[in-house]
């Protein structure tokens, strides 16, 4: 049986039949409904991993192949296929496993086709109230809910969030949950404006009166913006590196010395609160919605998602 | 009354008469026995501060001139001299104090000096069981100290110190008094053998099998000691920035997000918890004297603390 796929062969992308995946040991097959394109798609294909294959990490789907209890259940799925037996697996941080693979992103065929496969290991299933719209940003909210594991957050601190694109306007509302005191920093009136909604502060970057707050987050992905960051963050204070910056230009990294400050990098996140947040309704995640695609127009689609301050482009499976 | 003192005029050094520094309000007037040759110092020669006038942090002294109950007593001081009164003094931390002068390298004359001026809140009196040449180690011993501020280390915690200059002797060594396991990385066999002596397992670089650790304390100020520092901690581990980095060369930021690495950055230290380490005669700090001069030959001695794997270089006043 051949499915069809967004194909990365190292150069170029392209929708092509693929044969269907495999139904391994302790997998599942899932059907995806609806798909998400992340930044890491984008940079996949101008070269920043050495990635070959089917692309996409962000999904909700059907499973159409497994467990009993599994088939048929509308699910996502986490992303960092572990190995489950090594030091950090039997420390629950199986995202860290040195022998794991990702999926669309290392090692694993991803989620832009019409069927992928997935460790049962990491399926969630997607309690009745979520919306397929809502359950596809699981994955990128769980990467917001990470920065809560990491450091403490709640009322009396002081955050600051440096950029709006799709994982700032997600990492905002996540902190201001906590009752943490937010303040969202980015360059476009109207993804600012979705924060504006759910009560949350913010400026335009060239208003922003710089004071230096206990916690920054760095969304922006470039070197422009970190630089900006340790500049704003106090001392003693933490900056979380949440966003990975592709450009190596050279970086001063005596400010951190000086003023004590902390940098925590963060990646992906536990998905059980992120459903927990979007079943609540907590997180507003219908207005990041910027574009929706078939499959069959992934390539357009992504050339979408690669325009400037585009927010989320979904591919319908 | 003119003093001897060395003198940087922003090109060069030079030993000099100097009028006497007056007795402000609040100080106290300090004539140092002893005093420390330290990094910063050559750095500054170097253009990396914008510091004009009498240089030097590290002291053991006598006070000449202050309150009567300090006068006549051994003291070291605290390098940094904060307003007291705004919120970071309020919270303890006046080595953060935003309107801060340091003594000997921002503001404020420096103890390379027949006498030094610093407020009277930053002496501590020295015990009769430590030695001039002991004391004269406080300032960078505090240094050392302040890791244990920031971070939780003890038994069974994995560190790696890379670095066997002098400050990344004395971490070693203040490391170790947690129980946390500790492996010092270095170029120099006799500098490690300082190490070995106190029981404390070490490895020449080019012999070093680098294994992943909890935590690594990057103590060789250089970008090459940065970078081998993130590839040596362990997927969310602790990287300790010890030592400014005065070169920016590009630094690739991406294994900090991507193994959710916390950088953290620590400079001056608590006095308190070095004097009692050098009271009970847990740090050894004799062994890290290379080599003395008087005032008068400072010049020579900075000459001496800058050639390649120089140890301690302490001025005689």
Redesign the interface.
């Known amino acids: 049986m051949a499915v069809q796929a967004l194909w990365f062969d190292g150069q170029q992308a392209a929708v092509v039949d693929r044969p269907a995946p495999e139904l391994r040991a302790g997998f599942a097959l899932v059907r995806p409904s609806l798909a998400g394109i992340c930044n890491t798609d984008l940079e996949i294909i101008r070269g920043y991993q050495t990635f070959c294959g089917v692309l996409g990490h962000e999904l909700v789907g059907q499973v159409a192949r497994g467990p009993a209890q599994w088939l048929g259940r509308r699910v996502v799925s986490e992303i960092n296929f572990a190995c489950g037996t090594c030091e950090?697996c039997r420390k629950k941080?199986g995202r860290?496993c040195?022998t794991r693979s990702v999926m669309g992103i290392v090692g694993q065929d991803g989620a832009f086709a019409e069927l992928v496969a997935v460790p049962v290991a990491n399926l969630h299933a997607v309690p009745d109230g979520i919306s397929d719209e809502q359950a596809v940003f699981t994955e990128p909210l769980a990467a917001a809910f990470?920065i809560l594991e990491?450091i403490d957050l709640g009322p009396g601190v002081e955050v600051t969030v440096l950029g709006d694109g799709k994982l700032g306007l997600l990492i905002a509302q996540v902190i201001a949950q906590t009752g943490a005191t937010v303040l969202a920093v980015g360059r476009h009136e109207d993804h600012l404006a979705i924060l504006n909604d759910r009560g949350i502060t913010t400026t335009l970057l060239p208003d922003w009166d710089v004071a230096r707050r206990d916690v920054v987050v760095e969304a922006t992905g470039t070197l422009q913006g970190?630089t900006m960051a340790v500049a704003a963050t106090r001392?003693?204070g933490t900056l979380v590196?949440?966003?990975?910056?592709?450009d190596?230009?050279?970086?001063?990294?005596?400010?951190?010395?000086?003023?004590?400050?902390?940098?925590?990098?963060?990646?992906c996140g536990p998905f059980a609160p992120a459903l927990a947040a979007l079943a609540a309704g907590a997180v507003a995640v219908a207005p990041l919605v910027a574009a929706r695609f078939p499959l069959a127009d992934a390539v357009q689609a992504l050339e979408r998602a690669a325009e400037p301050a585009m927010l989320k482009v979904l591919l319908q499976v």
């Open positions: 950090m941080l860290h040195p990470e990491q970190f001392p003693r590196l949440k966003s990975t910056i592709a190596q230009a050279p970086v001063d990294l005596a400010p951190l010395v000086i003023d004590e400050i902390s940098v925590v990098g963060s990646r």
